[in-house]
């Protein structure tokens, strides 16, 4: 190999902008699908329904203990039958879909975990003062403990989130056009893989640890 | 659409020779396990010289190993298996360039570029862990050591890292279970690993929730598996006196 020629990525620019575009797109989706599932799930789990708890627990246990990767490519096969059976027709999912649903699932155990630690992290006399306002426990969820909580664990929710954007490279498996893809098949294109890569590379270190070292600062600042 | 269930398609015959399908799971489980242990004993190795040189005082050895770990953590796992498998046997000598691309078969090669990207990758997650578990240590220890006239080297090996490790057994076993997990990255390179072969299957057969479902249940029970083995090792090897383990 001969000397790196980086002049053939500012013609490539526009791509790769909308290649980002799509990993943001992911990473939004399966964010905020995530938290909201992760939450009711750590809700579930510290019910005092034994079912409702186990099947929380098992869900969690289930989707931490396989690789990302597999629930990427099994969803890819899976969720266009599952839809198919529902509306009784074969309606064309994408890639883009089947991967939103996996990153939501997946993610939505560890998130799980981040919420239910930080509920429980709530001391015990918020719940018994709400109650003796005469809230009822979904009010007493929704306006005293959740809110608390949410605040004491934004900075681990972010944090994961900062994974998961690393993660959502792994939509190769199943040909989305993503940043990395993107960046890989230009190179290809003009025949300049390295650099390309070593482009995509740096562009990932730059958001993930600028992102880290903010979600940093923001731990210390919102220390309690 | 009608599904055709059939939990007996493990059974049937792949068509070459008398293989049947579960020979398939059960090599491409043997590549994901030689995967995942032969980086975990770089990462193991590496992450714990690197983590012992963040604690160091010479501020330069501190500084190079935090900028491994920033490096590392922070680019995707498949952008540097890109790396390692596209981009470095480009950069090598001609003579291990050949050797790499043309006397290695391409199941080798892609074998050691996932093992040494999972090692560092991992080397990174693991320095983390044996410099908490270091730090963790109360302050008196190294004192202690330093006072009773061990070298740093004595102290590091007799004193801090003995305890260090054993602080440190439930986040090593989670980063050894995540390495198992990640090892499925192999699949993109053309490895034939639990994951890959679990795809095969599924394109062979066509029955995706029985195929799925048993390599689900596969990583599911080397995981849950693991992690009642390492709860033992914990509470054996724990020291008596210290907090941790089973919430006394």
Redesign the interface.
Known sequence: ?STLDFSQILPAMPGLVEGMTLTLELLVGGVLGGIVLGTLLAIARLSDSRVLSGLARFYV??F???????VI??FY??VP?LL??ITGS?TPVGAFTSCIVAFVMFEAAYFSEIVRAGIQSIPKGQINAAYALGMTYSQAMRYVILPLAFRKMTPLLLQQSIILF??T??V??VGLMDF?NTA?SKGDVVGL??EF??F??AV??VI??GA?RAVKRLHSRWAV | MNYHWNWGVFFKSTGVGSEIYLNWFVSGLGWTLAIALTGWAIALLLGSVLGVMRTLEEGWLARIAAVYVAVFRNIPLLVQLFFWYFMVPDLLPTPLETWFKQDLSPGASAFVSVVICLGLFTAARVAEQVRTGIEALPRGQVNAGLAIGLTRVQLYRHVLLPQAFRIVIPPLTSEFLNIIKNSSVASLIGLMDLLAQTKQTAEYTANIFEVFTLATLIYFVINMGFMKLMNRVENSVRIPGMMGGSGK
């Not at chain 1, 931490?64 to 597999?70: A, D, G, T, V």
């Open positions: 190999m246990n289930y931490r203990s396989i690789p990302l990767l597999l490519s099994w096969l899976v039958m198919s059976w074969m690393q993660d490279s792994l190769y498996a990395l890989r893989p390295h890569l070593l995509a590379a990932y270190f993930s640890f880290s």
